[in-house]
């Protein structure tokens, strides 16, 4: 209610705004709703999808060249043009985007910043743009009954479009695409093995930091009817970021203050630019190793610390007991759902997994066991798909999956948690469950656009799922709050919760009880027993070989990247190389207690 | 054939301003995992003080390219001490905390030498060389000797002293490093200084070769990253091939393309970026990016 | 010979930790640990993995955040000395996983060890002695380091922390990924070293090489200490190895 009040209010006082402003303070509006629309195209890319993109400026000088170049070259209309602007937008920013698919972070930001260098340096001295003199003489858009020239009018203009694409930002962000791209950006390795198309996701990312771009450009066009090199310089661009950086990057919201307040600051030091660009290149210095969240993060980090005084910290939530599934015989108990064979992995000098054959049926839990550095994480790595494999060939469910993408196998049934927790730190407790959830693919985004009540209609159905995993894993008190924030054997269970939410047919657990205390590790027992009781497959590599022997139906031995034994627990457990390689050999077979103490 | 040889000499010595660049960008990355996107801005700096204590304080060149060195140092040192919180945490937010530095040191130069550039003539008087037809700036060769003697002295720094011995193990493990004794703050700082030198040292032996604006930086900084990428970054003889490669390269899409040839420069950069971050001579893997 | 470590037993000190508490992220990986190395002896810490060992011996380092009651080796209180700085109070750390240098050579990483004194005479025979030790490094002195084997790597850490002439030797899982071969070379340099009064600090999660290796040994569960005893005894506790077999 809180915040329909403030939106009204604000929509109100945007309305009211002109009639207060001379007509330079009007243009100077002008221009910062322009550099508005353009962070929240660079806060989805950097922020929202952890893509470092420094050509959002040149993005902005396509669109609004091709505007330029079409209105007074070609004589076409200025809609006309501005539609082609922004198709020719999109198109540029996919290209941006394809050394994203190779390089992330440092590289990419000197790719897409030596992009940016090449545009400039293009239509600095391309004849088509004008050269350093530009293009000018740009025609008004014309809308009937309205004139646009008046800047008074086009404020309103840029008003409404501004909204839409904010609001069109934040539903992004708030629904399922956004929520995708924030998991790939906290962790790209574990989207993927949830099943987020990465490579789809970052290409979307800057196709949607593009279209603002363009959008943006547009506009320029229209209400300054001149373009030039300068005004889409790299120092541009870094004023971009300075406002996308001091305002918040991870929100949209942020990126708008930040883009409205430090305009308004250029604006207010306009004779003294120097003094300006020194003021905020250090602030941005200043934000990134104090206040990396920017103003946005403010209210949280002001409200964290106050609760920590009163020596408040989320105490209140509880963990309720995990209620078991209902057991659900699978028909195709017994039969293969994966094989490893004769797989071999290869790390430099270094035989990580030296021709490792393996055959799980579906229905059961087999233990991986074996010392440190055996070769059993890299056994799952090559499973999921995280590495390839030197030799051999592994197939899933009926099909050869050797070397199929992460995603891919998510897709196609194989879920798993990691020896060091990879939750999404920056997604609250309920997202992480969501994004697992969620199986539409990235490409049907266009719903977005097209059909948005389908999109929140599906959402909400999310929402529904989620809660019921929250509840079944008695984690619904934690929902809402930070997984960084909570103790690490709640974290393990909601990683565990998180996997299965996936709706896998197997089930990939890497040392689920490290770090758990003996009550921990006897519920995640029963968790994992219940698991498998509603019909999946579970393989689980741990060192607790209490819980090893008794849960497993089988246990396979790894040692020096060898399988050195396989077979049921209390069979494992008296082969003297198990015996060997975790006790050594002055421990014979003959001290070991009767089976019945191993069954427990 | 003529023409050929004298565009690959034209291209040498630029080539060998960038690869004292990339050498700056590789120390850093070699030595903290980071890429420090104001290198080119501390270039922009060092050019500028080298040609002011030249030119106004009639000072000799060799001796306004020591004070140069020397003043960038001491940026390279505030740099690093100001993000040092962020070292082995974030290097994203790191690299965002250098480009606010670049920021920073833009507007500085503009502030103290205003955004008009200058020129500055050469140091060296002589007539070119002319070798088989070939006609050689005696300046050229200063630079070259002077590329090659940095180049030296830095392979010397890193494989003959115990700080530079400890300064490549910190890159390789900061925590076995701490626990031999090293301190790794310390040992970043002097990365970042011998990096803003090496900057420096580009910068003003840059300045009678090109004009000296405040553009000048964002320009050879892009080169020069260019040329460690292509070497292989990190790696130190890939940076004085991938320096002359990338000078060579300018040198030919000048006379080919002229105004373009930044453009195919740029291009011809993501491409090879695309196709092998690794670089073409290098083996690292890319385990930051 | 003489012995690399610095000092016999005769002017050991003692390593005394009372009240060691980890907390990693808001997670109590450790909780109120507390033992006693004395001059000259070797202790084990044995536990599975996730049990907190690792993390308390990067405690005792400095190398996580450390809340301790005491920290005291000999009379010098370490608990505010920063971890680049217990090298020169004479511990030695062997980190787990090895982590040599490895674009360095072996020659290189083992001086390394003795970053924190001068390079000298006495650096020239320690490094010596070290080769002596492990004949192997000597013969690969300017391999890079990444290009040994795991079993060379592990002695190159072991060489590289005695290069500093430590008096306490702190080691986090030297078998780990080996071949039981190696383990018992593992194990017959660190009796040698045992018998030359260097003190031992091992964390392992092979308890076998553990109890021959050391005098007395915890048993460390979920963060705290579940048994203590001397080796020879835990050696054939039931309990010991139905934490160990599952048993």
Known sequence: MRTRLLLAAGAVAAWLLPYGLDSYAIHVVDVILIFAILAIGLGLAMGIAGQVNLAQVAVFGVGAYVTAILTTRAGLGFWVAAVLAVLATVVIGLVIGVPALRVQSHYLGIVTLGLALAFTSWVTNAQASGGAEGISG???????GVDLSSEYLYY???????????????????TSLGRRMRAMRDDALAAGSLGAEVPVLRMAAFLLASVYGGLGGVLYAGLIRYVAPESFNIANMFLLLGMVIIGGRQSLVGCVVGAVGLALVREALVDHPQIAQIAYGSVVVLVVVFAPTGLAGLPVRVRS???RRRGRQGAAARLKPFQPYDPEPSRRDGETILQVDRVTKQFRGLKALDDVSLTVAAGEIRGVVGPNGSGKTTLFNVISGLYKPTRGRVRFRDADRTGDAPYRLARAGLSRTFQNLRLFGDLTVEENILVARDRSRTWESWRYLLRPISVLRRDRELHRHARDVLDRYGLAEFAALAPKSLPYGIQRRVEIARAVAAGPALLLLDEPAAGLNGEEVRQLAEIVRSIRDSGITVIII???MGLVMTLCERVTVLAGGRIIADGTPAEVARTPAVIEAYLGDSMTAGDLPPISEVTR | MQVFLQTIIGGVSLGAVYALVALGFSLVYRTMGLVNFAHGNVVTVGAYLASTFYLTSKLPFALAMVIAIAVTGAIGLVIERVLR???????????????????????????????????????VQTEPIDLLGLRIRTYDLVVLAIAAAATVLLVLFLSRTKRGAAMQAVAMDHEAATAVGIHVGRSNAIAFMIGAGLAALAGGLVGPLLYVSPALGGALGIKGFAAAILGGFGSIPGAIVGGLAIGVLDSFTAGHFQGYSELVT??????????RPTGVFGERTVNRA | MTAVSRAPATTGRTLTVRGLTVHYGGVCAVRDLGFEVPAGDAIGVIGANGAGKTSALKA?????????????FGDVDLSGVAARDMVRHGIGYVPEGRHVFAGLPVDKNLLLGAYARKWNAETRATLDQVYELFPVLGEMRGRLAGALSGGQQQMLAIGRALMSRPRLLLLDEPSMGLSPKLVEDILAVLLRLRAEGLSLLLVEQNAKLTFEATSSCLVVENGEVAMTGTSERLRHDPRVRRIYLGL
Do not use: C, K, Q
């Open chain 1, 156 to 174: 309103y203009l840029e008003l409404i479009v501004f909204a839409i694409l904010l609001a069109f930002g934040l539903f992004v962000v708030r």
């Open chain 2, 266 to 275: 740029f291009i011809v950069f993501t491409v090879i970026i695309m196709v």
């Open chain 3, 60 to 72: 005792i380092m400095g190398l996580v955040p450390r809340r301790v009651g005491a920290l005291r």
């Open chain 1, 138 to 144: 740009i025609p008004v858009p014309e809308l009937p």
């Open chain 1, 542 to 544: 741990e060192h607790n």
């Open chain 1, 305 to 307: 610390a106050v609760a």
């Open chain 2, 85 to 123: 919180p962020l070292e082995n945490r974030d290097f994203d937010l790191m690299l965002i905390g250098t480009i606010g530095f670049g920021i920073v040191l833009d507007a500085l130069v503009i502030a103290i030498w205003g955004a008009t550039g200058r020129a500055v003539p050469s140091p």
